[in-house]
């Protein structure tokens, strides 16, 4: 995993390794005594925990660890709070959430917490947690201050089977959507006021993927019908809604069609999208827009529809016209937006990294002995290289200087 510092952690069996991402020198070593299922820096970028039972290693003094133990309770899951001084651990059956202090050594307990993929999120300057909980077959929300986890806000939802939350960017507002059962989208503010609530539809799947723009201004929603829906934050009205065709035939504002399976040159309209039928007896079908994320200065955004996972979508914010659409050989696994520029890396289900900037497209080929299919992309903070990932490999790719790119 990468932290916010130029550095990178990974394990080797009972190794934990801490590199240089510059250099590629190691800095630290640490041996642990049990195989390592997950990695997690600070904030900071000063501590980097490891989960078997969890334990927590300083990189300014190597000699200095702790070891943290839930006893009978288990552990199932773990996160660094954004001070980078306290961890949150989440008991077997969603019991409790116990608040560790890496300083004081106190702890706090925090009951009913919800079992839900995205029950947890903190503002972007880290001074407030929003925390699905669930009590007497209700859904409820609780705001905890980071500073010391006492409680601010309680309060109820107009929700049957609360799914997600998250803040926005400014920390004003909290979205809340409901399990993919049912169509429905909730804003409260952080006093517990509901601000808007939406249903497109119903009797069929909803809510599969919910982003927030940079500037807290439009907040887009996928949905199992192959749409993105598009709200603005003053008048809380839809201002668009965005369609995933099998055929593009016209677009008055895209730039081009790149169909990278054998080339990256731009292609002609109308263009076929490669899909993928549903299995109408499988739990979760693979279908909808199940990933949606806006570039760093808000002014794109992409899109990919979970039964064409070979199309990569952009969008331009604002007039919401599509701009581009990326067409690969294999299935899109995931992608990430460049932490301070227009460019977008995209790793499929094979060797090559894809790199798109309103520039253009090009594609990379990952060095490696063997097949290398990507499973994950992250970016370097400074945005000088980015970490492509499989099961067992990872590969770092740097980037050349600016001015001796033409639009990358």
Not at 282 to 289: E, I, K, Q
Not at 298 to 318: L, Q
Request: charged share 20%.
């Amino acid at each position: 995993c990468l932290g916010s510092l130029p550095l990178l952690a990974y394990c080797v069996q009972l190794k934990l390794m801490v590199r240089d991402v510059r250099a590629l020198h190691v800095t630290n070593t640490f041996t642990c005594v049990d195989l390592v299922n997950q990695l997690e820096w600070s904030a900071d970028s000063l501590f980097l925990s490891c989960s078997m039972h969890r334990r927590v290693w300083s990189l300014e003094e190597p000699e200095w660890h702790c070891k943290i133990k839930e006893g009978s309770a288990g552990l199932i899951h773990s996160c660094w709070s954004p001070d980078g001084r306290h961890i949150l651990n989440t008991a077997e059956f969603h019991l409790r959430i116990t608040v560790w202090s890496l300083c004081s050594k106190s702890v706090s307990y925090i009951r009913y917490p919800k079992n839900c993929a995205k029950g947890m999120d903190f503002t972007q300057d880290g001074q407030y947690m929003a925390l699905a909980e669930r009590r007497n077959c209700k859904d409820f929300v609780s705001v905890f201050a980071c500073q010391d986890w006492q409680l601010l806000k309680h309060f109820a939802t107009d929700t049957e089977d609360l799914a997600g939350l998250i803040w926005s960017p400014n920390g004003c507002v909290l979205c809340i959507w409901e399990a993919s059962t049912e169509y429905k989208v909730l804003v409260y503010s952080a006093d517990g006021r509901v601000l808007f609530a939406y249903s497109a539809y119903c009797w069929a799947l909803g809510v599969k993927a919910v982003a927030w723009s940079p500037s807290s201004q439009f907040l887009a929603v996928g949905s199992y019908d192959e749409k993105v829906r598009v709200f603005c934050d003053i008048t809380w009205q839809k201002i668009d809604e965005l369609s995933h065709p099998k055929k593009v035939s016209y677009a008055p504002d895209l730039a081009g069609i790149y169909d990278l399976v054998f080339s990256d040159e731009v292609v002609k309209i109308p263009f076929d999208v490669s899909v993928e039928e549903p299995d109408p007896d499988r739990a979760n079908p693979r279908l909808g827009v199940g990933l949606i994320a806006f570039s760093s200065d808000g002014h794109y955004m992409a899109t990919r529809n979970d039964n064409m996972r070979w199309a990569v979508w952009v969008w331009a914010v604002g007039l919401f016209r599509l701009i581009s659409l990326l067409h690969h050989k294999r299935p899109v696994e995931t992608l990430a937006w460049h932490p301070s520029q227009p460019r977008l890396a995209i790793a499929c289900d094979g060797p090559s990294v894809f790199l798109w900037s309103p520039g253009g497209c090009v594609s990379v080929v990952v060095p490696s002995e063997g097949a290398f299919h990507m499973l994950g992309v992250k970016w370097q903070p400074d945005g000088k290289s980015f970490l492509v990932t499989n099961k067992t490999e990872f590969c770092l790719c740097y980037l050349e200087m600016e001015d001796t790119v033409q639009g990358f």
